[in-house]
C-alpha cells in the first residue's frame, strides 16, 4: 500500500454551490468516503462533518485567520467525525452527544473500518496502520436540538433532527437559499440502516418528514448532491421497501 508524497493529495474537492465547497478522500473505502462541506458565511464559516482524519483538515480548508469557524457533525460515525477534534467549536445532536467526549467504537463504528480487508487505497502516510486507528476525542462545545438555528451571517440553518441511520442524525436546511445539507439521512444508493444504533422505524418517520421539506439542492453525506424530486424518490422508495 503506497503513501501518499503529499498531503494535500489526500482530499479532493469542488465548488457545489454560492460559497459552498465539497470535500471527500478519494482513497478511503467507499464505504466510509465520505462528504465534508465548507460554507463560507458573511461572519462564521462552517464546516459540516469531518472526515476519517487521517490526514490534517482544517490546514487544507485555507480557512481566515481572523474569522470563527465552527463546525458541526450531522452525526457520531467514523466517516464524520474524524477531523473533528481540529476545531475549538463543534456541534453535534443532544442524542449522541456524550459520545463525542471518548469516541468509543460502539459509537463510531471505527472497528468497521479497521476490519475492512483495504481500508484505504494508498496510505495516508508511511506510519499508518489501520490497527492503530483511533478517532480523537471532540467534546462537544455546542449541543442541538431540533429547530436550533446556526447562523453564519448571511445564512440561517435550522437544525432537523433525522433519527434512523443513527440516534442523533440531523441535517441543516438553508430555507433563505433552497440549501439542505442532508448528512446521512438521505443520499444516492442503498440506505443503510442496519448499524448498530440504527431503527428502521425511526428512519420511516424520518423519510416521511423529509417528503414535506422545500428545497431546491441536497448536499448529502456521501455522493453527488440531489435534487428535491431525486431526494423525494429516494424517501419514497425506502418506505415502499419497508413497508
Not at 466510509?32 to 461572519?43: E, L
Not at 463504528?109 to 506510519?127: C, K, M, N, T, Y
Not at 448499524?195 to 453527488?224: N, W
Request: proline share 7%.
Amino acid at each position: 500500500m503506497p503513501a501518499t508524497d503529499d498531503a494535500s493529495d489526500w482530499f479532493s474537492r469542488e465548488t457545489v454551490g454560492r460559497d459552498i465547497t465539497r470535500i471527500w478522500e478519494p482513497y478511503v473505502h467507499a464505504y466510509f468516503r465520505s462528504n465534508i462541506f465548507h460554507v463560507r458565511g458573511r461572519d462564521i464559516d462552517l464546516v459540516i462533518d469531518a472526515g476519517m482524519g487521517l490526514v490534517p483538515l482544517r490546514p487544507m480548508l485555507n480557512l481566515p485567520g481572523t474569522k470563527p469557524v465552527a463546525a458541526v457533525a450531522t452525526h457520531i460515525h467514523v466517516d464524520h467525525v474524524g477531523g473533528l477534534n481540529e476545531f475549538e467549536t463543534r456541534a453535534g445532536h443532544r442524542e449522541e452527544a456524550a459520545f463525542f467526549a471518548d469516541m468509543a467504537d460502539e459509537h463510531t463504528l471505527a472497528h468497521l473500518f479497521r476490519a475492512q480487508p483495504e481500508p484505504v487505497r494508498r496510505s495516508p502516510d508511511g506510519a499508518w496502520s489501520p490497527r492503530s486507528f483511533q478517532v480523537r476525542p471532540a467534546p462537544l462545545t455546542q449541543i442541538l436540538e431540533e429547530g436550533d438555528k446556526i447562523e453564519t451571517g448571511d445564512r440561517s440553518l435550522r437544525v432537523l433532527h433525522f433519527p434512523g441511520h443513527s440516534p442523533g442524525s440531523i441535517g441543516l436546511l438553508d430555507e433563505g437559499h433552497g440549501e439542505f445539507f442532508a448528512g446521512d439521512a438521505v443520499y444516492r444508493g442503498r440506505l443503510i440502516d442496519d448499524l448498530p444504533g440504527s431503527d428502521v422505524q425511526a428512519y420511516r418517520k424520518t423519510m416521511q418528514q423529509l417528503l414535506q421539506i422545500e428545497f431546491s439542492r441536497a448536499y448529502c453525506g456521501h455522493g453527488e448532491p440531489i435534487d428535491q424530486n431525486e431526494l423525494r424518490s429516494i424517501a419514497r422508495a425506502y418506505l415502499d421497501s419497508t413497508s
